[in-house]
């Protein structure tokens, strides 16, 4: 095998067949995959309603504390495709890579995506490589698409929501983004922070049993919880207020906020869920998540309201000095690249 990736392994001849079958092949191929046709034939139960979602992963450096980028990318889609309430079932993964790229990185990339994508429970079906020239791309950038089932009475969204429900996020803010800033500018913390990024369906899956009329799940990633709040309000036509003190951080990265300059609500989170349900199943939605692997730092954090009148559709954030303050979308580009 090559130890770099060449022009040649994107032309379609023999050299692609090398890096498909000794790289991609090797670390996650199942039966649909090894068939080898241009499109996978897929098994979907009959009346089923199909979840899907795609997204592109562009983030640098490409390993890091916590995951790699083909960690970030399985869990990213598999997250999204879960928030419809779906069973995630099948991945497409799409590689760009640049001339140069050391072989051995993109198998430790794909291993770790085959990893994560057992603990998922998915399967990647289908894929694609394109090879750029040295000095037109950065290394590797990744496409994930999903593609879940509905099972039936399951129907969520952000505009379900309603006054007088309560807000939940199934851990800590902000690992994420400050891991990746912390690896890309060389800065050093006295506690270890790391990359929460995870696979959340089997999560997600049972919030929905224990509290069966949940109305939402949201992702915080880029804009983190403040923009997925302020998205919710929008949709719902409601107001939503956050009590802070309720709000899990960590104390390194709530400090490695505080010296950098950034607000933890706005800060990107890869493994971390918001989910809005009514208040008598608030408290069965938080053992749920306080059940799993990936939420034992779950906390009710806020409740849902009627909009005020004339000022719109506001997320108001109780401080810990006891004051009241709006809490706003991310504006511009806080942490760039972080997925």
Do not use: W
């Amino acid at each position: 095998m090559d130890e770099k990736v060449m022009l040649g392994h994107g032309s379609g001849g023999s050299m692609m067949k090398r890096i498909i079958d000794e790289v991609f092949f090797e670390a996650y191929a199942g039966d649909e995959l090894l068939a080898g046709n241009d499109a996978a034939v897929l098994s979907i139960p009959e009346g089923s309603r199909l979840s899907f979602s795609t997204d592109s992963f562009v983030v640098t450096p490409h390993f890091f504390p916590g995951g790699d980028i083909g960690r970030l990318a399985v869990c990213g889609t598999v997250n999204d495709v879960a928030t419809s309430g779906a069973k995630p079932l099948y991945l497409s993964c799409g590689f760009i890579l640049e001339e140069g790229y050391p072989i051995a990185d993109l198998k430790r990339i794909c291993a770790s995506m085959a990893e994560v994508a057992k603990e998922a429970g998915v399967r990647i079906v289908t894929g694609d490589t394109k090879v750029v020239n040295r000095g037109h791309g950065d290394g590797v950038f990744i496409n994930t698409s999903g593609v879940g089932v509905l099972t039936p009475g399951v129907n969520l969204g952000g505009q379900y929501c309603q006054p007088g429900d309560k807000v939940l996020v199934s851990g800590t803010l902000g690992d994420h983004g400050i891991t990746i800033m912390s690896q890309r500018e060389a800065l050093s913390f006295f506690a270890d922070i790391e990359s929460d990024a995870a696979p959340l369906n089997h999560l997600i899956a049972n919030v929905l049993e224990a509290a069966p009329d949940v109305r939402c799940f949201r992702d915080p990633t880029r804009g983190g919880l403040a923009s997925t709040l302020n998205e919710l309000a929008s949709q719902a036509n409601v107001d939503i207020t956050v009590d802070e003190e309720r709000v899990p951080v960590k104390d390194a990265v709530r400090g490695a906020c505080e010296m950098l300059g950034y607000d933890v609500f706005q800060v990107a989170n890869e493994g971390k869920m918001v989910c809005v349900v009514p208040a008598d199943q608030a408290d069965a939605a938080l053992a749920a998540m306080r059940a799993s692997t990936y939420g034992q730092d779950a906390a009710i954090i806020g409740e849902v309201s009627a909009s005020t009148e004339g000022r719109g559709n506001k997320v108001y954030l109780r401080t810990a000095f006891g004051s009241t303050r709006v809490l706003d979308m991310l504006v511009g580009e806080q942490l760039p690249r972080i997925c």
